[in-house]
């Protein structure tokens, strides 16, 4: 692809410049400083890659107004094309608007341009096809290493980026993380294996503090045991000491208690405090003085009250009966209602009498018997004749009904058998032939077993002719046959030859010695060989026998079935019907016949059913009727039995029971009414009876012989004779009283007197004066005891509720005062030691148990292994990080392999050639080694010289011929892109200058386009001597004042000369970079240095060869 | 975010859209180019109380007494948080001491719910490395349940051999321990009455038979007690009808006819594996056999993981509002625990140099932290980006390094037995002090290293030049 000329509408200082006709080999574009060169040529850049960032911010918009973007046109194989690009100045972008348009008006857009630019983008564009002044100042800034180093790279993988480059950053990285010494603590993971071993030493600590944690818990049990058992210690002890005080403090006071107890033990043996009751005993004698006083004034009464009772007149016999009177006297009201039932009965029995006559009456007339006793007539009597009535009517129902079901059953079977007759009839069964199923199918059986049987007597007589046939045969075989002779007789002349043939080398003398083993063996074999024959003639023989034998049994047992088929076919044909010679024809008409019968079985079966339950039933009815006599018979007989007349029937018997139980109930009124009449006056007569009695009994004169008014008489007597009783009973009760009141103040009087005797011998006195001195030692003995009770009480306040009386009292009795003392400084010196130890082990278990506490609260182990987590996850991303470094590596070093492979070589010889030319002869090759990293460039001379120690100049040649190198390498990749080079000669003297003008020209012919851009007249100049196109560009503010703008056309040699002598325009100073006109790069140290021979001396040993070392 | 507050799922970006919108719960958001919420991170208190499940014990299971109990498991109160490359200063006392933290919670939820005991299955504390301060710290706890009259049950795990619990230092009376592989029995009574029976043993990674767990009548409500995995089918058929297990991390029930199979899981998730709530089971056992389970949580530092999805062209701003947006609604919802959050951003849309610039992503990341670190508040803990779906077309066919690179690349993701000599880069060493193996890559890390070193090889190659 080349570029055939272009329009910048506005860009930067340009406006509306054309330049056309630009040719396809070599341009220079000459213009002084300031003059558009760099303008251009990123105008260029921006028609094919547009308008990045920093482009536009330095381009746009167009200092002089105008259109921003332009156009370029190019040429390519497949013809000329356009590529239009514009910017949107309000809506700016990185590719603005992009148009190629070809020769035939077609239009595209970016993607297509990539595909004319073949993929080359600004980065590869930039860093192969432009080679800017500033790359040349940047090289000759370089040191002399760096500067070798940078044109290596140029060797080896270099389009948007250097692929040394990118190694050794990868490589740096890398060994950033990782490096030859893993643990090596300038390299990140040497410090995190390094800060990880701290951790893992820390935590172990750590965690043996744990260790050390249970050993200190121990030790504080321990402490803490020592320390219960010490505080217990001294809890006793003090108490101990305590308890002592006190004893101390009671000792006086026990002393005078033991006295007292002495005095009240001089008392000795006392009754009983409440015995001795003095008041009680006063309180009795005065008692026993008032209760005297009364028992003589209650004598006095009673003697004047008996003499009062004996004054009183009385009737002792009446009144010893005035109960009975009495009594009797109830039963008045009584009498006289007996009186009124006697009467009332009297007339009851009468007319029973009456009425029992008239049942008696008509009974003998239901009977037709006259003067009969009717006494036997009773209902019991009749009740055994109800049950024999009973039975005779239900056997008589019973038998009409069996003769009812028997006239049923009789039409029903007369009805069947006219059924079946016609059905018969229908079925069109012959006379003569089996009338029912079971005989047709009898019959047919018979008939099939008969002609089955005759089927079979034919195949066994078959069978038979067959083993009788057979029989032959075998018997033929008997005899063996001539080929098994045959093999017998040579098994066993074969034996035998060798029986003869071993014998003889046996037993014969004239057979040497070594041969007798084989005769003998074949002696042996011989005898073998005939014993051999002689058990298959034997097993031939035996076989053939056998087989006579099985054919024998077998025909025998044929035979005898035969035998047994005819038997049984003449059974048969004794039980079929005679005449009968086509027995399958009978056999097919016998199994029609059951077929049809099949149809009337069931009217067969129900008149047979019927038949049977006709039968069934007369046998009932029969049974019923003589049933019914039986019971006729024993009616007659019980009749008999009860004397009643035989013409009596069943039914009679209903109206002669209600008859007899009338008269029943008339003789039982009459029993009874006749038996109360009599209780009745028997009772009458029995009270008047005791009235009277009861009269003689008082002795009293009889007045009445009414019994009821001498009752009444009676009455009256004893009823005054009461009164006078009553009288009398009043004053005994009053005696009785007075008496019991004298014996109850006697009594009393006794008991006061007992009370006072058991009130002193209770106590043991004898006398009312011992018992009162008594009395007088008790309040002596009750005077101390307070005061011994005051003694315990001020004891008891000094102990309090904290010490035990025994306990105190026991110190005091043990060790009496002196001893108390020496032994409470022992307790106190005990307690002060336990106390002295307590506080010691407590102030070490507060230690322990600080530690503990500080142990268990201590954080620190978990802070550490989080912290170690980290750092393991820290190397765990390091290693992957350092993986991906070490990935991208590999595949980088296997992309570089190939390229040093396949590219380098074509490359160096291609730069080889370059930078012969442009060193005139100077410099024949540009090489590398296989290892390692340097470049190398044979001087005419023969030695190999390393390119770090070149001039610059020479440098700067190596770079140019590695750059044009670069792009022959992609024009053999079929990327041919305009090559754009800035002032890439200004450091070149003349005469290179001159070469270098010629290889570009020349390169140039070879079809590569070339545009360069300089500022330098000579450098233009040279070029023109070399025939290249030189198109000086015209002022930009010409071009503005233009209209239409200017036309540049190449090789315009009157144009350029004005430009020569134009003044630096002040405006647009910003537009420098690379465009800010460069010192007068005049290399003559560098030239110098060349040529001088220190320098080539220096240079030769340096950077030698080695291949040529030897040289 | 899901119930579990594992995996939230958002987007951002992607259609291309322009305009602004309110985040909110599943409501489809879009700020920048576009923005798609998902759901709401979970809420809870500190200690949150789950609902009530109901497992499948049929009434006819039996009739017992009712009552409740709390299952928890690995403490682990010897092991701290892992995964954390950096912390903020504040928060070291809160995440070194989280383990016991968390175990106060779940001692206080024990005195709150009133439960008649607590079952510890295994995993409490490494006796020989827990330090004194987990000792001291489980009496303490042991000595308040005691002095409410809730018993304590505690088989041994694998790490926590009770027979090394110090001699010197006595257990209190209401804590009863299993020590031994062998199955002891423990009633647990009420008013002279059996309430349940726990069948206890500790960790035997070499039991072939639960034999040993066999229930007997009336013995109450049967519990099996003991550390370590089993297959459901292996536990079935023992009359055991709630099997309190440990020795998983995370918290697993399953429920079958007639028994449930728990795995409380640890009381404190202790990685970006164990994101999510964490803590207890709390067991309540009806009268008419019911038995319900309900989750408490206990952890006073959460994990969660917080995955986005935005579009390659969304303006770091835009990613900054969400960003900020999801990490004010998590701390919002969880007022009182420290979370620890994984940032997983994917992407759609075609590479953009400008978005996977690794300095934006560090700059990201230091924001992230600076504006949430607050205590309790958020810590970032990563901020990942998916590989881009699409690379620029022409970079793979391209005649550069960078497309020199990247078929290189894919050469080693097509055919992954292609191997990486990363010994050669190492001075042939490889173990780092039993940390890591530094040339040693598993598949997973092979295909995540590819990943990132093709996009840092894109950067580095000049790709975001273009």
């Known amino acids: ?1111 | 975010m899901s119930e579990t507050g594992k995996t939230p799922s958002h987007t951002l970006g992607g259609s291309g859209q322009a305009g602004s919108g309110q985040a909110g719960s599943g409501q489809a958001v879009q700020v920048g180019p576009a923005v798609q919420v998902g759901q709401a991170v979970q809420v809870g208190p500190a200690v949150q109380v789950g609902p009530a499940v109901q497992a499948g014990i049929a009434p006819t299971a039996g009739r017992w007494e009712p009552f409740r109990f709390l299952h928890a498991s690995d403490l682990l109160l010897h092991r701290p948080l892992q995964g954390l490359a950096e912390f903020p200063t504040a928060w070291q006392s809160v995440l070194a001491s989280a383990a016991y933290h968390s175990a106060i919670r779940f001692f206080d939820a024990a005195i709150a719910e009133r439960v008649s005991f607590v079952l510890l299955s295994g995993n409490v504390v490494d006796l020989d490395y827990g330090g004194p301060r987990a000792i001291a710290f489980l009496l303490s706890q042991f000595e308040r349940l005691g002095q409410r009259g809730i018993e304590v049950y505690w088989c041994g795990g694998q790490q926590d051999h009770l027979e090394r619990w110090p001699t010197a230092i006595e257990l209190p009376p209401n804590v009863r321990l299993f020590p031994s592989t062998l199955v002891d029995t423990a009633t647990v009574r009420r008013q002279g009455k059996p309430l349940a029976t726990i069948y206890g043993a500790a960790s035997d990674p070499h039991r072939t038979s639960m034999k040993e767990f066999q229930a007997g009548a009336n013995v109450g409500f049967p519990i099996g007690l003991t550390h370590g995995s089993y297959e459901s089918q292996r536990l079935a058929g023992h009359g055991v009808r709630y099997w309190a297990l440990g020795g998983k991390l995370n918290r697993e029930l399953v429920t079958q006819p007639g028994q449930i199979v728990a795995y409380p899981g640890s009381h404190l998730g202790r990685d970006s594996a164990a994101a999510g709530p964490h803590g207890a089971i709390l067991v309540s056992v009806e009268a008419d056999g019911q038995v319900r389970t309900q989750s408490v949580d206990c952890d006073s530092v959460r994990w969660l993981t917080m995955s986005l999805s935005v579009a390659e062209s969304v303006h770091v701003d835009a990613l900054k509002d969400l960003l900020a947006d999801r990490a004010l609604q998590m701390t919002s919802k969880l007022p009182d625990q420290h979370l620890l959050v994984d940032w997983r951003i994917a992407t759609t849309g075609d590479y953009s140099a400008e978005f996977r610039r690794e300095e934006n992503h560090s700059k990201l990341l230091k924001w992230l932290r600076h504006e949430f670190s607050s205590s309790p508040g958020l810590w970032s803990v990563s901020l990942t980006f998916s590989a881009p779906q699409n690379l620029p077309k022409g970079w793979q066919n391209e005649d550069t390094i960078l497309g020199d690179y990247l078929r290189e690349v894919a050469r080693y993701r097509q055919d992954t037995k292609l191997p990486f000599h990363l010994a050669h880069y190492s001075g042939g060493q490889d173990e780092i002090d039993g940390v890591t193996r530094l040339t040693r890559m598993d598949a997973a890390a092979r295909e995540s290293v590819l990943d990132a070193a093709l996009l840092a090889g894109i950067e580095r190659l000049g790709g975001n030049q273009t």
């Not at chain 1, 005065?286 to 009250?305: I, M």
């Not at chain 1, 058998?417 to 047709?440: K, N, W």
């Not at chain 1, 009458?684 to 009293?700: G, K, P, S, V, W």
Request: aromatic fraction near 6%; glycine fraction near 6%; hydrophobic fraction near 40%.
């Open chain 1, 1 to 1111: 692809m080349k570029i055939k000329g272009m329009r910048i509408d506005g860009f930067g200082i340009w406006r509306d410049l054309s330049i056309e006709s630009i040719p396809e080999g070599m341009t220079v574009f000459f213009g002084r400083n300031e003059a558009g060169k760099s303008t251009l040529m990123q105008f260029i850049r921006t028609c094919f890659f547009g308008f990045p960032k920093d482009r536009r911010e330095k381009y746009m918009p167009p200092v002089y107004g105008g259109t921003p973007g332009g156009r370029l046109q190019l040429q390519r194989i497949e013809g000329p094309l356009e590529i239009q690009r514009s910017l949107d100045l309000q809506r700016p972008t990185d590719e603005g608007d992009v148009i190629i348009t070809t020769s035939e008006g077609s239009a595209s857009g970016q993607s297509r341009l990539k595909v004319i630019m073949n993929e080359v983008d600004e980065p590869i564009f930039n860093h192969v096809f432009a080679i800017g002044l500033q790359e040349i100042q940047e090289l000759g800034a370089l040191n002399d290493t760096q500067a070798a180093d940078h044109l290596y790279r140029l060797t080896s993988g270099f389009d948007r980026v250097s692929l040394i480059d990118v190694l050794r950053e990868i490589r740096q990285q890398r060994e950033k993380l990782v490096g030859g010494d893993w643990y090596d603590p300038a390299h990140q993971l040497g410090r995190l294996l390094k800060r990880r071993k701290d951790l893992l030493v820390q935590i172990d600590g750590l965690v043996a503090g744990g260790r050390r944690w249970a050993k200190i818990a121990a030790h504080a049990k321990d402490f803490s045991r020592q320390l219960a058992e010490l505080e217990q210690q001294l809890a006793t002890t003090e108490q101990e000491s305590r308890q002592v005080e006190m004893a101390m403090q009671i000792a006086d006071r026990w002393q005078n208690r033991c006295v007292v107890e002495q005095q009240i033990a001089a008392f000795g043996a006392l009754p009983d405090l409440a015995l001795i009751d003095i008041a009680r005993l006063d309180q009795l004698n005065q008692e026993l003085l008032k209760q005297r006083d009364v028992v003589n004034n209650q004598l006095v009464e009673r003697k004047h009250l008996r003499q009062s009772v004996g004054s009183i007149p009385i009737n002792r016999l009446l009144w010893k009966n005035r109960n009975r009177i009495e009594a009797l006297g109830e039963h008045v009201p009584w009498l006289e209602s007996v009186e009124r039932d006697i009467a009332q009965l009297d007339e009851q029995r009468q007319g029973a009498q009456q009425g029992l006559k008239e049942v008696t009456a008509e009974i003998h007339r239901s009977l037709g018997v006259a003067n009969r006793d009717s006494s036997v007539l009773t209902q019991n009597t009749l009740s055994s004749l109800h049950g024999v009535a009973r039975g005779i009517r239900e056997d008589r129902d019973r038998l009409t009904r069996a003769e009812t079901e028997v006239r049923e059953a009789e039409i029903e079977v007369k009805h069947l058998r006219d059924t079946l007759e016609s059905a018969r009839a229908h079925a069109g069964v012959q006379q003569g032939a089996p009338s029912t199923l079971e005989d047709t199918s009898r019959l047919a059986n018979r008939l099939r077993k008969r002609t089955e049987l005759d089927k079979k007597i034919e195949s066994l007589e078959t069978t038979r002719r067959e083993l009788q046939r057979d029989l032959d045969v075998v018997v033929e075989n008997q005899e063996l046959p001539a080929s098994r002779l045959l093999v017998i007789g040579g098994v066993a002349l074969a034996g035998l030859l060798l029986l003869l043939f071993g014998a003889q080398n046996w037993l014969s003398r004239e057979v040497e010695e070594s041969l007798r083993p084989a005769g003998i063996l074949m002696f042996v074999m011989g005898m073998v060989g005939l014993l051999f024959a002689y058990w298959l003639k034997q097993s031939y023989e035996r076989n053939a026998r056998d087989e006579l034998n099985d054919f024998l049994h077998q025909i025998e047992l044929v035979r005898q079935q035969l035998k047994r088929a005819r038997q049984i076919r003449d059974e048969l044909d004794a039980e079929l019907p005679p005449g009968v010679t086509h027995w399958e024809t009978r056999l097919k008409e016998a199994e029609g016949q059951i077929g049809k019968m099949e149809d009337i079985i069931p009217l067969e079966n129900k008149l047979h059913a019927s038949r049977q339950h006709l039968e069934t039933l007369k046998l009932k009815r029969d049974k019923v009727e003589a049933t019914l006599k039986k019971a006729q018979r024993h009616w007659r007989e019980t009749l008999k039995g009860l004397h009643l007349p035989e013409k009596l029937k069943p039914a009679d018997i209903k109206d002669l029971s209600r008859l007899i139980q009338r008269l029943e109930t008339w003789r039982a009124t009459l029993e009874e009414s006749s038996q109360r009449l009599a209780e009745k006056q028997n009772e009458h007569r029995l009270f008047c009876a005791r009235i009277h009695t009861l009269a003689e009994e008082t002795q009293l004169a009889a007045a009445e012989n009414n019994p009821q008014k001498r009752l009444a008489e009676l009455q009256r007597l004893v009823r005054s004779q009461r009164e006078l009783i009553e009288r009398r009973e009043k004053l005994a009760t009053e005696f009785k009283k007075l008496r019991s009141n004298y014996h109850a103040q006697r009594a009393r009087q006794d008991k006061l007197q007992a009370s006072k005797r058991r009130l002193l011998s209770a106590a043991g006195a004898t006398t009312e004066e011992q018992f009162r001195d008594f009395a007088h030692q008790h309040q002596q003995r009750a005077k101390l005891r307070d005061k011994l009770e005051a003694i315990d009480e001020q004891i008891r306040a000094a102990l309090g509720g904290h010490f035990q009386w025994d306990v105190v009292v026991g110190l005091v009795q043990r060790h009496g005062p002196a001893g108390l003392e020496r032994v409470w400084d022992k307790l106190v010196q005990d307690a002060e030691g336990l106390k002295q130890r307590v506080s010691g082990l407590t102030l070490e278990r507060g230690k322990l148990l600080q530690e503990m506490e500080s142990l268990s609260s201590n954080e620190g182990l978990e802070v550490s292994r989080l912290e170690l987590s980290v750092v393991e996850q820290q190397i765990q991303d390091l290693t992957r990080s350092w993986q991906q470094l070490a990935v991208i590596n590999q595949l980088l070093e296997s992309i570089r392999e190939q390229h040093e492979k396949l590219r380098q070589p074509e490359t160096l010889k291609e730069a080889s050639k370059y930078l012969e030319e442009l060193t005139d002869g100077e410099y024949k090759r540009i090489w590398t080694r296989l290892v390692g990293e340097n470049l190398f460039v044979d001087h005419e001379g023969g030695q190999a010289i390393n390119v770090e120690f070149l001039s610059r100049g020479t440098r700067e040649a190596v770079f140019l011929a590695l750059r044009l190198a670069l792009v022959s390498a992609y024009a053999r990749r079929g990327i041919t892109l305009p090559m754009v080079l800035d002032d890439v000669l200004v450091n070149f003297d003349e005469e290179r200058c001159h070469c270098a003008a010629e290889v570009l020209a020349k390169f140039a012919k070879t079809g590569y386009q070339v545009l360069m851009f300089t500022c330098h007249h000579h450098i233009h100049q040279t070029f023109s001597r070399h025939g290249v196109a030189v198109q000086a560009l015209p002022h930009h503010r010409d071009v503005i004042k233009t209209e239409g703008g200017a036309v540049v056309k190449v090789n315009a040699e009157d144009e350029w000369d004005y430009l020569v002598d134009e003044p630096l325009e002040p405006e647009y100073k910003d537009d420098v970079e690379g465009e800010v006109a460069p010192p007068i790069l005049e290399d003559l140290v560098d030239h110098e240095n060349l040529k001088s021979e220190m320098w080539w001396e220096t240079a030769y040993e340096a950077a030698v060869d080695p291949r040529n070392g030897n040289d």
